[in-house]
C-alpha cells in the first residue's frame, strides 16, 4: 500500500515527464504552463489510492490519473477566463499571459488530451471508464451553469446550492474514486459506494473552502478572505444568512449586498460579524461533519480490509482538516 504522499509525487512527476511533441508549440506552451503550476492533486491522488484498495500497482493508471488532473485543470483555465481572474496559484491565468483566443483554444485541447489520456486502459474496461467520465464532464458544466445563473437570482435555496456544488465539485472526486476501482476491478457494490463516498467528501470539501473563505487565515489560505463576500457569491453561508437573519439583520445584510460602492474592507468585517450573531459559522461546520459522517457509512461497505482503507480514510480526513 502506498502513502498519499508517495502517490502524490508520482502523479507530480508523470506530469512534468509529459511530452509534447504536436505543432504548433503556441498551442501547447498554455498548457505545459497550467500543468506546471502545482496544486493539490487531490483527484489523481484519489484514483490511485481507490486502485490501491485491490492492486498494489496504481502506476500501471498513471495515465488515466493524469487524465483527470489534465481534465480538472482545464475546467479552471475556462473559469478563470470566465471570471475574468488575474491569478491563479500565484501565477498570471492563461487569458492573462497570452490572450483569451489563447485560453478557449488551449483549453480546448487539454479536454481532449483529458479523453485521450484517460481511453488508455484496457478495452474490457474501456466503455465503463469513458461512459463515467463523459456523464462527469456533462455534469460539471450543468453546475458551472447553475452557479453562473445563481449570480442574479436572489431566491436560491439551500437545497439548490447543494446540488449545484455536487455537480460543480463533487461529482469529479466521485467520478476519481469510481474509475479507480473500475480499472482495479473492483466489485460493483464496492464501485458505487466509493462513489457515493467520493461526493459526500466533495460536498464536504466546498463548504470548507466556502469557510476558509470568510474565517481563514489569509497567510495559510493563499488568497484574501472574504472573496465571496465581496462579490456576493451564493454560499450556504450567504443562503441560510438571509434565511436565518431577524429583520434587523437582514436588513443590513441586504444593504451590503445591494451596494454598488462600499470600502471592500469594511463589507467584509460587518458580513463576517453578521454571520458570527446568526451562528453561520458553526452552522457550516456542522454541515460539513453530517458530509464527512455520511460519507463514512459508505467507505464502511467497501468491501476491503480496514488495513487497506487506512489510507484512503486519512487522505479524506485531512481533506477535512485543511486550512488552505
Known sequence: MYKSEELLKKVNEALDGLTYDRKPSSLYDPIKYVLSLGGKRVRPVLMLLAYNLYKDDPERIMMQAIGLETYH????????????????????????KWNPNQAILSGDTML??????????????????????TETTLEIDEGQQLDVEFETRSDVTEDEYIEMIRLKTSV???????????????????????????????????????LLDVYGDPKVFGKNIGGDITSN??????INAVNRANDAQRAELMRWIEASDFDRSEKV???????????????????????????HTFIDKVSVSEDRKAELKAYAAAMMHRQS
Request: aromatic residues 8%; glycine residues 8%.
Open 73 to 96: 485543470n482545464f475546467t479552471l483555465l475556462h473559469d478563470d477566463l470566465m471570471d475574468n481572474a488575474d491569478r491563479r496559484r500565484g501565477h498570471e491565468t492563461v487569458h492573462r
Open 112 to 133: 481532449l488530451q483529458a479523453f485521450q489520456r484517460m481511453g488508455q486502459c484496457e478495452a474490457g474496461k474501456l466503455q465503463q471508464v469513458i461512459g463515467i467520465f
Open 172 to 210: 469529479l472526486l466521485a467520478c476519481a474514486l469510481k474509475i479507480g476501482a473500475i480499472l482495479a476491478g473492483a466489485p460493483e457494490a464496492d464501485q458505487d459506494n466509493l462513489y457515493k463516498f467520493g461526493e459526500q467528501i466533495g460536498l464536504a470539501f466546498q463548504l470548507q473552502d466556502d
Open 233 to 238: 457569491k451564493k454560499t450556504y453561508m450567504l
Open 269 to 295: 468585517q460587518a458580513v463576517t460579524r453578521l454571520y458570527d450573531e446568526i451562528g453561520i459559522r458553526q452552522l457550516c461546520e456542522q454541515k460539513i461533519e453530517d458530509c464527512y459522517a455520511l460519507a
